[in-house]
């Protein structure tokens, strides 16, 4: 008896039919296809009452027609449903099955791309005016899928899906598609399905022990298949899908598995393209909302660049290696902030330069020219941003100068101390705090964006950030590299702090995670805080990160709370892998060196179940330098 159902699981409209042209089974994209249902169409019609092709010899289906000995070629012609009276263009083939009484027909409707793609450009059209890019690029994807349709050979599927059958042995079976030539890079009968799926070498225990489970299901198929390989290696860099079907006796057990392999490339290109278009604008919205911020980055990214290739002119040692990772992974953090992705990646990448010689040890001259390389790479790639972008992102002329408005009340308010005031220094410290000095908050409301995005990244859930005492006015010059180094203090609280929303139910909290900054203004300078209710820090786990990760030192004899102050050690995580946001060991040493240098402290405090607080205290400098008190804004 043959098995139909193996054609249950193809993309297109599938009909065996008898010697009369009897249609004997369809699947549910045949009988969509014709307006009906399975239920009426299977034992119960002919294919010809169904259907009529432009096409002659294909129906009625006798033993003249098309693919009545040997598979047909592809044929493309235009079709009627009879009793729906729909026409339409279709792609198809015949072919005749084993045993010698029944017949395949493979239906591809052409018609529907064309509908489809009609509906998605006037949704397209009905987006915000900066979706209309990404709009012309669906279209011309659509179009390159087109191409690629028209030029596809006689298979059993006309979308080109490969498809192969392998036993329980592994062994691949003799029923395939011609599209696995192209798609796997190879004709599976008869070879192993290691070789076909191009699984590598110290994969392949494992791919035989997932085999195994499969054909005894240990678990449910669906369950256990997610588990096996989902992409195949091509070499030509195509993205292609694998999926696993069932093929069973009539007992119920599994005789084969299907292999379905789908070309997806140009999904995949449209959905990176849309990714990149939300990302664009994302940074462009945070351009609008932050502008000085903005520049600041821009300006430090320069600055940054610049530092690095003279620290690269010739070998690192180990002092400036930790010194390049920490400018690096700042940069980073600040580009994904910004929604700057390519950047992001290409900091990382230097970083993943970098990662073996933290510790020690010569670097060798191919990696130090990598390095160099990988810096000039970013300089330039940066470079380019900015002369794409400058009709929208306007850069002031002065190096590191923001833009600073003021309402004509202040300016008034301005020339009225002028004229009762006699002392040329006093005028200036007055211009100073009303020209010059902005509210911190300005300088930390927009990390709340950040932290949400990591957070959502992270399956995480996260309140609106509290920030209190925000009015307090600085001059954000002295600071600004603190302000850029602070993004690794916010990534830590959503990455290392919060927990996942089932964690926290189950320990009593709300689901959503909550941090807030604390601001206050002291005669010594500003106080900041930021504070996580997350699941706290353990010191005993810090105690033996730190035994593994320094064992020349000798951590016995200081207190819970000077441990938990190594998380600020260079080279120090708690993570063992390197995670998208942490696990580098260079967050809050980064943060803490840019607070040092300018004559701050930071803190660590933490009770385990209940959070963190980072306190810093930043004195108040001016840009060259000198004391320069904080001012609360006027209530």
């Known amino acids: 008896m043959v098995d139909f159902a193996v054609f249950d699981y193809l993309l297109d409209s599938v ?15 045949a009988a969509t296809f014709c307006q009906s249902s399975v239920r009426r169409m299977a034992g119960k019609v002919k294919l010809m009452d169904v259907i009529n092709f432009d096409e002659s010899g294909l129906l009625p ?22 009793k729906a009276g729909r026409t339409g263009k279709t792609q198809l083939t015949v072919r005749p099955m084993g045993d010698g009484k029944h017949w395949v027909f493979f239906l591809h409707d052409v018609s529907l791309e064309e509908t489809l793609a009609a509906k998605y450009k006037a949704e397209l059209q009905k987006t915000e005016e900066y979706a209309r890019n990404l709009e012309k690029l669906v279209e011309e994807r659509t179009v390159e899928l087109r191409k690629v349709n028209q030029t596809l050979n006689a298979i059993l599927e006309s979308l080109g899906q490969g498809f192969f059958t392998f036993s329980a042995d592994g062994t691949c079976g003799a029923v395939f598609t011609k599209a696995c030539r192209d798609i796997l890079e190879k004709l599976p009968s008869g070879k192993s399905a290691i070789e076909v799926l191009g699984i590598p070498e110290a994969e392949k225990t494992q791919f035989q022990k997932w085999t195994e489970s499969l054909f005894k299901e240990f678990l449910p198929f669906d369950d256990l298949k997610v588990l096996g390989p989902n992409l195949y290696p091509h070499s030509q860099g195509r993205y292609i899908v694998l999926d696993y079907f069932p093929i069973r006796r009539e007992e119920g057990e599994i005789s084969d598995v ?30 609008m909302k932050n502008k000085n911020q903005f520049h600041q980055f821009l300006f430090s990214v320069r600055q940054s660049c610049k530092q690095l290739l003279e620290m690269a002119a010739k070998p690192l040692n180990g002092e400036q290696v930790n010194e390049a990772f920490r400018v690096l992974h700042t940069l980073e953090g600040e580009a994904g902030t910004f929604s700057m992705g390519e950047l992001r990646n290409m900091a990382r990448e230097s970083q993943h330069i970098l990662e073996p010689y933290k510790k020690g040890g010569e670097m060798p001259s191919s990696v130090h020219l990598e390095f160099r390389n990988s810096l000039i790479k970013l300089r330039d790639s940066f470079e380019k941003f900015l002369e794409d972008n400058k009709e929208i992102i306007r850069l002031p002329n002065a190096e590191a100068s923001r833009t600073i408005e003021a309402t004509a009340d202040g300016v008034r308010l301005f020339l009225t101390e002028v004229s009762r005031l006699s002392g040329g220094d006093v005028v200036a410290q007055k211009g100073r705090d009303l020209f010059f000095k902005e509210p911190i908050e300005n300088r ?22 509290i920030i209190e005492g925000g009015e307090v006015r600085i001059d954000p010059e002295p600071y600004q590299k603190v302000f850029s180094a602070m ?10 702090g919060l927990e996942a929303p089932e964690e926290r139910e189950f320990a009593g909290k709300e689901p959503a995670g909550q941090i807030k900054v604390r601001i206050e203004e002291r005669n010594d300078g500003i106080h900041l805080s930021i504070e996580d209710d997350g699941k706290g820090i353990d010191p005993a786990v810090i105690r033996e990160k730190l035994k593994s990760r320094f064992p020349e030192n000798d951590f016995s004899k200081e207190s819970d709370e000077e441990i938990i102050q190594h998380v600020c050690m260079p080279g120090f995580s708690s993570r063992d892998q390197v995670g998208e946001f942490s696990g580098r060991g260079v967050g809050l040493d980064a943060l803490r060196e840019e607070i040092l240098k300018i004559g701050g402290t930071i803190h660590i405090e933490s009770k385990i179940n209940e959070g963190t607080q980072i306190g810093i205290f930043l004195p108040a400098v001016s840009p060259s330098g000198q004391l320069n008190q904080p001012s609360r804004a006027a209530s």
């Open 444 to 465: 930390i409301k927009y990390f709340d964006s950040l932290s949400q995005s990591v957070a959502e990244r992270l399956n995480k859930k996260l309140k609106p950030m």
């Open 487 to 496: 993004v690794h203090a916010f990534r830590n609280a959503v990455d290392h």
């Open 258 to 287: 299907v292999v379905v392999a789908t070309d997806k490339t140009t999904e995949r290109e449209a959905q990176l393209a849309l990714e990149s278009e939300k990302q664009y604008a994302a940074m462009i919205v945070k351009y």
């Open 15 to 29: 009909f065996i039919v008898d010697g009369d042209g009897k249609v004997v089974y369809c699947n549910e994209m």
């Open 61 to 82: 289906f006798d033993e003249n027609s098309h693919g009545r000995t040997s598979p047909s070629p592809l044929i493309e012609t235009a079709y009627t449903l009879v």
